[in-house]
């Protein structure tokens, strides 16, 4: 009997794994239906059972590896709800401010992000979800201790689940990857809108993931050669008597587009009447961009290197992914020249990794917001005028100067109780009558920046003009602002979608009028050919990829040119060469970063910055409309005990510097802050150094929401 006991309970008792791994997934499964309904982009009701499976794969394995590792089911789930909850919310956010889905590269770049975070919490509408992700990580990491084990796992076990971890994020997991996550003809790289409602979101991130580790594409050499040796001129012939440029200024301006390609917006109504008077003596045009809405860095990198992401259809943000060594760039081009290299950004040099990019682009110095702490804001960033102002300054007349700037102003979101504006300049924005509510207030402020943007752009160049030298300006906007409900409102004269459409160029030479040249080019290009036409026009022997990148132009459709096996353009051919060939100096040999030959030192792209002991700073919050460490006379106050007391230090907040006393170890600042609590927020607190620029960044001062009386 005995006997027969035990071997009925062995059968059972082998199949429990077997039914704790049906229950996890069916969970699973369950979790990922439910979530379709709080989450509608990231899964559809047409879909077919392959494709709901394929979606809920990633769901289960993770969940099972977790059940695995820690042999507690309960932890497992949580775990699982509130690391796919981040990943639809991430997704939902970007598709309601951007129109765009989660791609993997998001995920990848989640550290960069978060460590620059204060430009994304102003998208921010409430935080209570964001907060109750974390509670769940911290009540499964109670749990963890509470709960008690559904099996041992012998320590053999854990050494096989811990292998099947590194192998599914080895380069075997990228490929198994490949192989199940196939779409066919129906996916679209550059469209991942359309994958994302043919496939759902996580079988278009697992396929991305995929295709990330699958390595680059190599030219085909033969080919290479038939075209570098086809006959090829610049397009702008170098005039007679016109003296060689001296200072190149690249300005990448913020969100920058064509109000009038709206209905119910003319030519010019909005443009400041100087602005279009400049167009009339300057090369103009549309381009065809990568992004919209955001991703700025997308647009930054195709204008430097002339290189189109659709080789790259994975690497969502290049600066981070593609630009790992030196490569070939105008930066390089105009260091060739003799051209001193400087790129001007007023927001941390960290974000999208542009710290870590600008020097194998060519850069030597790299201006970011730590320049500019001394200047106020307008609207949440730094000023279109005050980029302006240190561009300015910066300018000498005793050496030929490349510049690449990239300005900020005019960075969403555009909401009602956007900070820093002249309420009185707003109100006299009008703007058209379909527009009502937010949508009409988003415009009006997105009016207000972009007349700002080209009375900076006016001023620069009144400067140079006023040299003797010759200077050549790029003017450009990156993508369209994602002023979604005023661009659903009104609708484009073409009748093609926010995301079909073009932004406005200007190339602007002081000692020439490039108006009459504009028969050379399209009325359409492709941002990768800009960089082409600003070195054709700014330098006097142009590389050879320029005049061949001119030669074959930009088809506005890419079928309409000649194809290779693959499917490549001459032009991609081209461009995947530019790609791989490693920037060489006037000499032929490979450039350094920061400088050129064995003897020089790599030059700091940023200043070092104080390293003070800090024993004690704050406040460190406050609530909305509520005064922190109010004084006698009302105002607020911030103090910082530190050894560095004795040097000429000052309090910044926001960048703006403050009257700041001393006494013994202890520095400090009051005044009204009356602006800085006005709504919530996070601001920069730090020392700054007058005598030196250095600066040292004490942390952040939060403005809170009260949600309960006081």
Known sequence: MRRSSQQKTFPRRALMPVYAILAIVLCDGLYLAISSYFYPLILSASYGIKVFALNLLPIAVFSLLCWLLTARTRVSFLLTVAIFDAVFLANQMKMTNLGQPSIIVDYISIFNMVGNSDLLTHYFTTYWHPGALVGLLVVALVLLFVEKPAFRLKFGWRL???????????????????????????????????????????????????????????????RLTEILETPSRRLFDQQI????????????????????????????????????????????????????????????????TGITLDLFSSHSYPLISLVLSPMNSIGWDARNEGFSTTGVHPNAATFWGRDTAYPYLGFEKFLDEKQFRRTKRSGFYVSDQALTNELKKQLDTDQKQFFFAISMENHGPWKTGRPNMDEEKLSLIEPPAALEGESRVAFQQYVYHQQAAEAALLNLIDELKNKDTRSVVLFFGDHLPALSQPFEDMGFKDGKSRYQQRTPYLIYDTHQNLSVQQGKVKAIIDVTLLGSLLMDISLKDLPPFHTQAERLNIPLSKTAARQNKDGLTDLQELQLWRFWQEPLDPTGEPWEVGGRGQDVQDKPLL???????????????????????????????FYVKTDCANL???????????????????????????????????????????????????????????????
């Open 160 to 222: 096989v689940c811990s292998a099947l971890v590194v192998l599914l994020l080895s380069n075997f997991g990228s490929r198994a990857l490949r192989v199940m996550y196939q779409p066919g003809e129906t996916w679209q790289a550059w469209t991942p809108s359309d994958n994302l409602h043919n496939f759902g979101l996580l079988y278009s991130l697992s396929h991305d993931l995929g295709q990330f580790a699958s390595g680059y594409q190599e030219y085909d050499e033969d």
């Open 241 to 304: 008597g016109l003296p060689e440029v001296q200072t190149i200024i690249v300005l990448l301006s913020e969100s920058f587009f064509d109000l009038s390609d709206m209905h119910d917006v003319a030519p010019g109504q909005y443009d400041l009447p100087e602005y279009r008077q400049l167009e009339s003596r300057a090369l103009t045009g549309k381009m065809l961009v990568p992004a919209y809405g955001g991703a700025t860095l997308r647009t930054e990198f195709e204008l430097l």
């Open 607 to 637: 200043p070092e910055p104080l390293n003070c002991k800090i024993e004690q700073w704050g406040p460190r919050k406050t609530y909305i409309s509520e005064g922190f460490n109010v004084q006698p006379d009302g105002r607020s106050a």
């Open 648 to 710: 000429p230090l000052d309090i910044r907040i926001d960048g703006e510097t403050m009257w700041t006393t001393r006494q013994g170890d202890v520095l400090s600042t009051s005044f009204k802050a009356d602006t800085l609590v006005k709504q919530s927020g996070r601001h920069s607190v730090e020392l700054y150094e007058r005598t030196t620029g250095r600066s040292q960044l004490l942390g952040v001062f939060k403005v809170k929401r009260r949600w309960w009386p006081q």
